[in-house]
C-alpha cells in the first residue's frame, strides 16, 4: 500500500489534536464468531472518518460498542476521554447524550408524530419542560433539515430520505459532540443520497461535530469523508483520504473504488 | 440424550434468570422519577377502553350459555331455582376471571409482544436506549401498570354482563323477575367468593402485561420474530393464568376453608 497510511503511521500523525475516540486492539465475538478481530482507530475532533466494508464485516458492532449498545470482549475503547467499559451507569447516559446514532431505518418512534419524535429527547433526557424551548428546538433542527412542513406527519407518511432526515433531525436536537451514522444513505436513490449526504456535510459544520460514518455508498463516502478507513475481516485494512485510496494497488481496497 | 436435557435445563433457567432481572429492571423503574402518565394512560385507553366490546360480548355469552346449559340439568331435580345462585358462584369464582384473563391474553399479551417486537426490529427501542432516554420506564412499565390496573376493572364489568347474559337465558324458558334474579344471585355470594377472585385478576392483568413486554423486548432480529413474540406472549401469558390461578385456589382454600 504505497499511497496509503498504514493505522500506526497515521496514529502518529495525529496524536497531537484532541482525539474523541480512541479505539485500540478491540475485540467481539458472537459466539464462535469473532466479528472484530484488531480494530484501531482515533477519531479527531471535527473529523469525518467513512469506514468501509462488505457486509457481515462488523461496522456496525463497532459504532455500536462505541454508543455502548454493546461491550466489547477485548481492547480499550475511550469516548470523550472515558473508557466505555468503566463507566458507570450515570456516566454512560452523559455519554449517550454527547453521541448521537443515526439508525439505518431512521428508527422514527412510529406510535409518534414528527413533533413528538422530537420532543421525547428533549423531555426525557434533558427534562426540558419549557414548552416555548421545546417548540423552538424543534423547529430549528426541522429547519435544519429542511423538514418544517412534516412536523405533523406520522412516519408512515414520510419517505425513506423525510424518515433518514428526521432521525438525523432527532439526534441533532440533543447537540451530540460526535455523530454516528449506520448506512444514512442504504436504501435511497442517488438523488436523495447525494441530499443526505450534503446534509451530513453541512450539519456537521453547522454543530461542529465528529463523525463516523458507516456506508457501502462511495458517493457518501466521497461526500462526506475526511479519512476513510477500508474494513475486512474484522480489521482495518487501509486509512486514508478519498484520492490517496482511489489510487491503491491493493485489490481488495480498489474494488470500493472501481 | 444427557447433554440435551443439560442443555435444555440450562436455557430455561437462563430465561428463568433474564426474568427476573426483567422484573427488577421493571420494579426499579416504578419509584423512579419522571413517571410516564400521558403514556401510562393511553396505554389504559387501549388495554382497557377497546377491550371492552370484545370482553363485554364474551362475559354477555359465557353468563348466556352456562345457563341455558345448566338449567334443564337442575329443573330435572326441580332445582331451577337455584340457577341465579350457581350461575353467580361459577361466573365470579371461576370461569369469569379466567376466561376474561385468558381472552385478555389473547387480545393484549399479542398486541404488546408484536407492538415492542417490532419496535426491538426497527431499532426503535435501541434508538431510546442510544439517546439516554429509559424505554423500559416508557415502554414496560406503563403497559405492564396497564394490564395490571385494566384487567381487574375488564374482569368486573364481564361478570357483571355475564349475570345479564344469566337473567336472559333464564328468561328464554321460564319467567325471573329481574330483581329476583339479581338478588339470588348476589344473596349466595360471600366475600370469600368475591376477594380472592378479584385479587387473583391483578395477578392475571400482570401475567399478560409482564409476558407481552417481556416476549417483545426480547425479541430477535428479522421480521420473522415480531411474529414468534405475538405468538409465544400469548401461550406464555395463558400458561401463566392457568398456573396462577392453580396457586391462587389452593392459598384460598387454605385461608378460608
Known amino acids: 500500500m504505497n499511497d496509503t497510511k498504514t493505522q500506526e503511521q497515521e496514529v502518529a500523525v495525529q496524536d497531537t489534536d484532541y482525539v474523541v475516540v480512541r479505539i485500540q486492539h478491540l475485540k467481539k465475538s458472537f459466539g464462535d464468531n469473532e466479528v472484530l478481530k484488531d480494530i484501531n482507530l482515533e477519531l479527531h475532533k471535527g473529523e469525518n472518518i467513512v469506514v468501509l466494508g462488505r457486509s457481515g464485516q462488523g461496522k456496525s458492532v463497532t459504532i455500536q460498542c462505541i454508543a455502548g449498545l454493546m461491550l466489547q470482549d477485548e481492547g480499550g475503547l475511550e469516548v470523550l476521554g472515558k473508557e466505555v467499559k468503566e463507566m458507570t451507569r450515570d456516566e454512560l447516559r452523559a455519554m449517550r447524550i454527547k453521541v448521537g446514532f443515526l439508525f439505518q431505518s431512521g428508527a422514527l418512534y412510529d406510535s409518534m408524530t414528527v413533533k413528538e419524535n422530537l420532543s421525547f429527547p428533549l423531555t426525557r433526557v434533558l427534562k426540558l419542560n419549557d414548552k416555548q424551548e421545546i417548540e423552538k428546538r424543534i423547529h430549528e433542527s426541522l429547519e435544519s433539515v429542511g423538514l418544517e412542513d412534516a412536523i405533523d406527519k406520522y412516519p408512515s407518511d414520510l419517505s425513506g430520505g423525510m424518515r433518514k432526515r428526521v432521525g438525523l433531525a432527532r439526534t441533532l436536537i440533543l447537540r451530540p459532540e460526535i455523530m454516528l451514522y449506520d448506512e444514512p444513505t442504504t436504501g435511497l436513490d442517488p438523488i436523495t443520497s447525494r441530499e443526505i449526504s450534503e446534509l451530513i456535510v453541512a450539519l456537521q459544520e453547522k454543530y461542529d461535530t465528529s463523525s463516523i460514518i458507516i456506508t457501502h455508498d462511495m458517493l457518501c463516502a466521497r461526500i462526506t469523508a475526511d479519512r476513510i478507513v477500508v474494513m475486512n475481516e474484522g480489521k482495518y485494512i487501509a486509512t486514508g483520504t478519498y484520492d490517496e485510496l482511489v489510487k491503491s494497488p491493493d485489490e481488495l481496497v480498489h474494488n470500493f473504488f472501481k | ?257
Open chain 2, 1 to 257: 440424550m444427557a447433554s440435551a436435557i443439560i442443555s435444555s435445563f440450562s436455557r430455561y433457567m437462563e430465561i428463568a434468570g433474564d426474568q427476573v432481572l426483567f422484573t427488577g429492571r421493571f420494579a426499579r423503574n416504578i419509584f423512579r422519577g419522571g413517571f410516564e402518565w400521558g403514556e401510562f394512560l393511553r396505554q389504559c385507553y387501549i388495554v382497557g377502553y377497546k377491550s371492552i366490546g370484545l370482553v363485554g360480548i364474551t362475559g354477555f355469552i359465557i353468563g348466556f350459555v352456562l345457563t341455558l346449559q345448566t338449567q334443564p340439568t337442575l329443573k330435572t331435580f326441580g332445582a331451577q331455582s337455584f340457577v341465579p345462585s350457581m350461575v353467580a358462584i361459577s361466573i365470579i369464582r371461576e370461569i369469569g376471571p379466567v376466561i376474561i384473563a385468558l381472552i385478555c391474553a389473547g387480545k393484549i399479551a399479542s398486541s404488546i409482544g408484536a407492538e415492542l417486537g417490532s419496535m426491538k426490529v426497527t431499532e426503535q427501542i435501541d434508538a431510546m436506549e442510544v439517546s439516554s432516554a429509559n424505554p423500559v420506564q416508557y415502554l414496560v412499565v406503563t403497559r405492564i401498570l396497564a394490564c395490571t390496573i385494566m384487567v381487574p376493572l375488564l374482569t368486573i364489568m364481564a361478570d357483571a354482563l355475564a349475570l345479564l347474559g344469566g337473567y336472559v337465558g333464564v328468561n328464554i324458558q321460564d319467567h325471573v323477575s329481574f330483581s329476583l334474579f339479581f338478588r339470588k344471585s348476589f344473596s349466595a355470594l360471600e366475600f370469600s367468593d368475591v376477594m380472592p377472585a378479584l385479587i387473583k385478576t391483578f395477578f392475571f392483568g400482570y401475567a399478560i402485561g409482564f409476558v407481552g413486554c417481556y416476549k417483545g423486548y426480547h425479541s430477535k432480529r428479522g421480521t420473522e420474530s415480531v411474529g414468534l413474540a405475538a405468538n409465544s406472549a400469548v401461550v406464555s401469558a395463558s400458561l401463566w393464568i392457568i398456573l396462577l390461578d392453580a396457586i391462587a385456589v389452593q392459598i384460598t382454600n387454605m385461608i378460608v376453608y
